[in-house]
């Protein structure tokens, strides 16, 4: 009666040996004006131990390039490296997010990120996004299977998309081994939620 449109996805993933896996529940409510309740519950196996990271992925249109956000910057930072990482607004680019490590790998990521914005330059159209509480985020012109598959970073192509990453929680990367995060740092079996404000309109 309210106009407001409601979906509910159940989804199970399984791993490749199709014993260990999560049940992704997503609920949408879509609003008359355009704005998206999302409300995300990821249930993990007892089995799946010790997982990078929990959360979605989007793919992002090459128009949204203007990036701000209030939580840990200016850096990339970590659930296990963010002291001196401090809670600010920042702005950016999604193009000056990408930390050329001498071999790709995961990069870029902020913690306790409160909300964050995206938008096109040229006219200021966009959209913000807004937890319930803090959450990680990354976006970036690759993606994370093609920083696996590189050796090098002049063996990628930077994508006219972006690949924007947002986490409930991800593991922390530990000392020049992930394997060394300490354990109050690496994910447990269990349930995990992310609830989001998705809005569209003008980025001021």
């Known amino acids: 009666k309210n106009g407001r449109i409601d979906i509910s996805v159940k989804q199970r993933f399984i791993s490749k040996n199709k014993r260990t896996g999560f049940n992704h529940t997503h609920v949408y409510k879509i609003y008359p004006g355009g704005i998206i309740e999302m409300d995300n519950t990821f249930s993990l196996d007892k089995s799946a131990k010790d997982v990078p990271r929990v959360g979605l992925r989007m793919k992002m249109s090459s128009h949204l390039e203007d990036l701000a956000w209030f939580g840990r910057g200016p ?5 296990d490296r963010k002291a001196g990482s401090p809670i600010s607004y920042y702005e950016s680019t999604v193009s000056e997010q990408y930390v050329p490590y001498v071999v790709p790998q995961e990069n870029a990521n902020k913690e306790d990120v409160r ?3 995206l938008s096109n330059p040229k006219n200021k159209a966009g959209i ?5 509480k803090p959450f990680g985020f990354s976006a970036l012109h690759f993606t994370p299977e093609q920083m696996t598959a590189a050796y090098h970073p002049y063996e990628m192509t930077p994508n006219e998309e972006g690949t924007l990453l947002i986490d409930a929680v991800q593991r922390g990367v530990g000392n020049t081994d992930t394997r060394n995060a300490l354990e109050k740092y690496r994910i447990k079996p269990g349930t995990y939620r992310l609830n989001l404000l998705i809005a569209f309109g003008d980025i001021n």
Do not use: A, M, Q
């Open 115 to 117: 909300w964050l914005t």
């Open 128 to 132: 913000s996004i807004t937890g319930d």
């Open 75 to 79: 850096n990339e930072n970590y659930v």
